[in-house]
């Protein structure tokens, strides 16, 4: 087999030359083998004509193999120069037969882009030796085909088999029939077997399976081999389960015999007790894994079919490892694979002979995006800003989308310089259904000309949550529905949106690898399915109807966040203030210049000891509240039917808790049946509530609204008949429990909602402009709604939150600090709503302030307003950044100042620095000074100061306080970078670098002294004495 390349030849070729014309020649790049064409020197429009021959040596070539054709510029001395790239997929060559093409593509250059120059060439498939053209299928996307049966069969069956099969590839995965047919060698080699009795160990492990047909299955798998029979566990309510199981087949038989034994996997449904309870089977022979490399089929998917009835297609894919043994054979490792959704997973494919995957196209309408974070550095627009080129301010980032599933991707146009970008491009991918591949990826990134393109954020969309293969039963009502989704926006998380020079530390959460810590940008999307046949055009524009009919799920509505923050406790960032901000998408986000400022921070605070192991923030009776505005669609019909589900599933599992304390606690038998019957009743209510309808005129509900809410009604009735009737004929107390809990799973199942384009409320803690840790929070859970079944769980309700640091760092290095607990309660509702989350605090008086900050620098030991150093406004925010001039604060509509402008200390100063310790070292810092480099060293005019370089009392008029006393006398610190007198050099103390090194042209030195005491006094009493002391100082501000 082979594959060639006729190069013909190109035109409008570009030119980089200076002086003349280019010298182009083709070099071409397939499967690791690259060949080149003769040089045309001075010519522009080159005519090769020349074909280059690729020796597949024997492997057939997939849908996927990419041919890479290079137009360069040859030259006598130095590097040849790409003119022009062209990549050129197999796809249909490779579906059987004889396959040839002439093409005539545009080049595309070093960044992707197409340019006007075209090249011409002819390209030809020879696939390997007995297969068949006309062949529906490739390799590529349906996989090895396996005949199944046994080697008794009529010659009459053997020749049809081979007729109405491809070869497969000439692998192991080639009929058995069609080899003695046409070659005759494998039943050559089964002949030629050894009849002498061996030891043989038949290896099988069975890892996942996916797609699976029926609704509420519990899927069990049974493998048989040579009349030995293995069972699985029993997975619960799933359609893909994940067993992880190995299996040990022993045998004392000849090869001749063993190896045309069958080895059968059947799935079954193990609810069903009837003879229909089969969901699929797929067999093959010993002798077909035994021909394999390493006797093995090492994570290998089955393709499950009806054995009764081919025709009926696919009923679920089966991922095993299958190993045979024989004397002196070394096992193969059967560790998983870690491969996942990205990689075509599709090519690793068993599937019987006669059992066909339909062709099928998902359509993706891809609209716009918004809220795309910076990716780029403004070096450039600063330097243009200095030249003054150029007038509009560019966004720096380039974004283009990417659609993939089952290792085929497809790209968008890129939109240069544009946060909020408007594809309208209609994408078509081609896959087999039913696929075994479970998810959908979007990814957003961002073109990059010189370096690698950057990805924005990832989201992926399970098919199991955008369609359903119903129910087997004739009686089911509902049926199932193929994958649909939108028109509805998705969120994209991922690293921190503040943009660095440095490289993302975060840069794998960007890829969807771990929870996401910052949303990204979202993008208006549609998906459906069509069946029947593959797309002719990848890409194409969206049609100006669609643009029309979309506007309508873009109407926003305002919606107002609000957060009352009651604790912060087991802070570890104790170095400088600490903020917490409250964000829902980019809205509240305090370190983004492009988002309008609101209160969506608690004040900068430094954290205080508590006496025991933890720092808190002293926020004493006056509590933060933060509130934000934001706008976003209206899909409260989504979360609150969401919010139902939930709560049914707490309900449920909370009566399950009294059942079983109930039964560990060896309650009367009655008494524990009086439970569960309680717990079926309130089942069987609660299956029975309404989900809510979407209003006319506030909401838009697409298909898949409607075929959800269908789904879920059926699976809902279902298990309030199943729980009707458990309660009627349940005899067993932990049977019906088991039960019940198969009832747990199908609604955690059905608790999950596709479309949710309300992003996350996320929690940051912040020190500085450095993000700390964070939580994120589903915005259901706080969602406010007028219904008591459908409120959030959370909402306006006091939880206890732990912070998360970012990434998995910590987790790798084994580190598992808590950054910080939060009491908080949080709501989230319509703007004309907000009077419900007043009528919610009960506990307090909600109090609004106007606050700025007075700035002042230190200017040789002098502090004012004024002077070169003075970076910040004299009245500012927190940060320095907007200036706030105390008499620019005005009033709103409606509300009057209580007083004048006060001064509030921030609140750690009303706590001495050893407040909760029993324990505390004191510590001083000796200063000496020279007038003139190498001079003598002599006491500085700050002869002790503290660390910041402030000046201080000495080291002997520091007073023990009462309730305290010492435990040594005063000593210098040497574990640090200073000499052996504890000395550390510098030139200017104001500037610092302090150095263990003395230098002539240093002019200022220091050492630390340290003195531990202990507290001798009640700690009662101490509390009490910090207690006044706060009072009074309160009473004097």
């Known amino acids: 087999m082979s594959l060639k390349l006729v190069v013909i030849g190109a035109t409008n070729v570009p030119n980089p030359e200076t002086f003349g014309q280019c010298d182009p020649y083709a070099s071409v790049l397939f499967q690791g083998q690259k060949k080149k064409t003769q040089v045309v020197k001075s010519e522009l429009n080159p005519t090769w004509n020349e074909t280059l021959d690729f020796d597949l040596q024997g492997v057939p070539a997939s849908s996927n193999d990419e041919v890479v054709i290079e137009i360069k510029d040859w030259e006598r001395v130095g590097r040849n120069r790409l003119l022009g790239t062209l990549k050129v997929k197999l796809g249909d060559l490779t579906r059987g037969g004889l396959q040839s093409k002439t093409l005539s593509e545009n080049l595309l250059d070093a960044n992707g882009r197409p340019h006007q120059s075209k090249l011409n060439f002819k390209i030809t498939y020879i696939p390997p030796a007995g297969s068949q053209s006309g062949d529906s299928e490739t390799q590529g996307s ?11 069969d009529s010659e009459e069956d053997e020749e049809e088999a081979a007729g109405d099969q491809g070869d497969g590839g000439g692998g192991p995965g080639v009929s058995k029939r069609k080899k003695k047919r046409k070659m005759g060698k494998r039943k050559k080699t089964r002949s030629s077997l050894s009849n002498k009795p061996q030891d043989f160990q038949v290896r099988i492990k069975i890892l996942e399976a996916r797609q699976l047909q029926g609704a509420n299955i519990q899927p069990v798998t049974r493998v048989t081999c040579f009349n030995q029979m293995k069972q699985t566990r029993v997975k619960k309510s799933t359609n893909s389960p994940f067993w992880n199981e190995s299996f040990f087949f022993n045998f004392h038989s000849s090869p001749a015999e063993l190896f045309d034994e069958l080895i059968e996997f059947k799935v ?6 009837r003879s229909d309870a089969l969901i699929g089977a797929f067999k093959c022979d010993v002798g077909l894994v035994y021909d394999e490399n390493q006797h093995a089929l090492i994570n290998k998917w089955l393709l499950l079919s009806d054995p009764e009835d081919t025709m009926s297609g696919a009923k679920g894919y089966l991922k095993i490892c299958a190993v045979v043994l024989g004397p002196g054979d070394e096992a193969p490792s059967m560790k998983t694979s870690s491969q996942d959704d990205s990689g075509d997973i599709e090519s690793n494919l068993l599937r019987p002979a006669g059992v066909q995957l ?12 918004e809220d795309i974070p910076r990716m780029d550095s403004a070096f450039m627009e600063g330097v243009k800003k200095i030249f003054r080129i150029g007038e509009e301010q560019k966004e720096l980032v380039d974004p283009y989308f990417v659609f993939s599933f089952a290792g085929k991707e497809l790209k968008s146009k890129i939109m240069y310089c544009c946060d909020h970008p408007e594809w309208n491009q209609e994408m078509r991918l081609g896959l087999q259904f039913p696929s075994m591949c479970e998810r959908i990826k979007f990814m957003i990134k961002d073109w990059d000309r010189l370096s690698e393109d950057d990805t924005v954020g990832t989201f992926l969309l399970p098919i199991s949550l955008i369609s359903s293969s119903g129910d087997t039963d004739a009686d089911s009502v509902f049926r199932g529905f193929l994958p649909t989704f939108g028109p509805c926006y998705v969120n994209f998380y991922g690293s921190t949106r503040e943009y660095s020079d440095l490289p993302d530390e975060y840069e794998d959460l960007n890829l969807g690898k771990g929870e996401g810590v910052s949303y990204r940008g979202r993008a208006l999307v549609e998906l459906k399915t069509e069946l029947g ?58 370190l983004d210049e492009n988002v309008a400022p609101c209160a969506s921070t608690t004040q900068p605070t430094n954290a205080v000891f508590d006496g025991a192991c933890y720092y808190f923030l002293p926020w004493g009776g006056t509590k933060p509240c933060v509130v934000v505005d934001s706008s976003w669609e209206d899909i409260s019909f989504r979360l609150e039917a969401l919010n139902l589900l939930l709560k049914i599933i707490d309900s449920l599992d909370a009566n399950m808790d009294r059942v079983k304390i109930g039964i560990k606690a060896k309650l009367p038998v009655p008494e524990v049946a009086q439970l569960l019957i309680s717990l079926l009743d309130q089942l069987v209510l609660d299956c029975r509530k309404e989900f809510p309808d979407p209003v006319k005129g506030h909401h838009q509900s697409n298909e ?4 959800t809410s269908q789904y879920r009604r059926s699976e809902l009735d279902m298990i309030g008949e199943q729980a009707a009737k458990l309660r009627e004929n349940a005899t067993d107390i932990n049977e019906a429990m088991s ?30 402009e450095k993000r700390i840790a964070y939580f994120r929070i589903p915005a259901n859970e706080v969602l406010f709604s007028n ?34 607990l939060l009491q908080v309660r949080i709501w989230l509702g319509l703007q004309n709503q907000e009077e419900e989350w007043h009528k919610m605090q009960k506990e307090g008086e909600l109090a609004v302030f106007a606050e700025t900050y007075e700035n002042m620098v230190s200017i040789l030991g002098s502090w004012t307003t004024k002077g070169p150093t003075m970076s910040r406004p004299k009245f500012s925010d927190s940060q320095g950044k907007i200036a706030l001039p105390k008499e620019f604060f005005v009033p709103p509509p409606g509300w009057r100042w209580d007083s004048e402008w006060y001064i509030s200390p921030e609140l750690s100063m009303m706590f001495e620095k050893d407040a909760g310790h029993k324990k505390f070292i004191e510590d001083i810092y000796e200063c000496h000074s020279r007038g003139i480099p190498g001079g003598t060293w002599q006491q500085a005019s700050r002869p002790w100061s503290d660390v910041k ?35 550390e050099y510098c030139v200017e103390s104001t500037i610092g670098g302090y150095g263990p090194v003395e230098k002539n042209y240093h002019l200022c030195r220091r050492r630390r002294w340290l003195r531990s005491r202990t507290l001798t006094m009640d700690v009662k009493k101490k509390a009490e004495q910090v207690l006044l002391k706060i009072i009074s100082c309160i009473i004097c501000y």
């Open 358 to 369: 339909r062709p099928a196209s998902f359509i993706l309408k891809l609209y716009r995006a």
């Open 787 to 820: 219904n008591s079944n459908t409120i959030g769980r959370q909402c306006g309700k006091l939880q206890t939150i732990q912070l998360k640091f970012p990434g998995l760092k910590l987790e790798k290095e084994k580190k598992w600090e808590i950054p910080s």
């Open 704 to 707: 898949l609204d409607k075929l």
């Open 739 to 768: 039960e019940i809990e198969n009832y747990l799973a199908l609604l955690q199942n059905l608790a999950v909602e596709p479309q949710n384009s309300m992003p996350d409320v996320s929690i940051w803690m912040i020190s500085g």
């Open 142 to 152: 349906q996989g090895q085909v396996v005949e199944q049966g046994d080697d008794d």
């Open 268 to 273: 079954f449904n193990s609810k069903k007790l």
């Open 949 to 983: 370089g402030d000046q201080c009392p000495g080291r002997d008029e520091i007073v023990l306080q009462e309730g305290w006393k010492w435990d040594e006398d005063w000593q210098v610190d040497l574990n640090r970078a200073v000499d052996e007198e504890g000395w």
């Open 533 to 590: 046949e593959l797309p002719e055009t990848a890409i194409e524009d969206i049609h100006s109807d669609d643009l029309l009919r979309v506007q309508k799920f873009m109407r926003r509505r305002k919606y107002r966040l609000h957060a009352a923050f009651l604790n912060a406790t087991m802070v570890n960032a104790i170095d400088a203030p600490i903020e917490f901000e409250v964000s829902i998408g980019n809205y509240g986000n305090k």
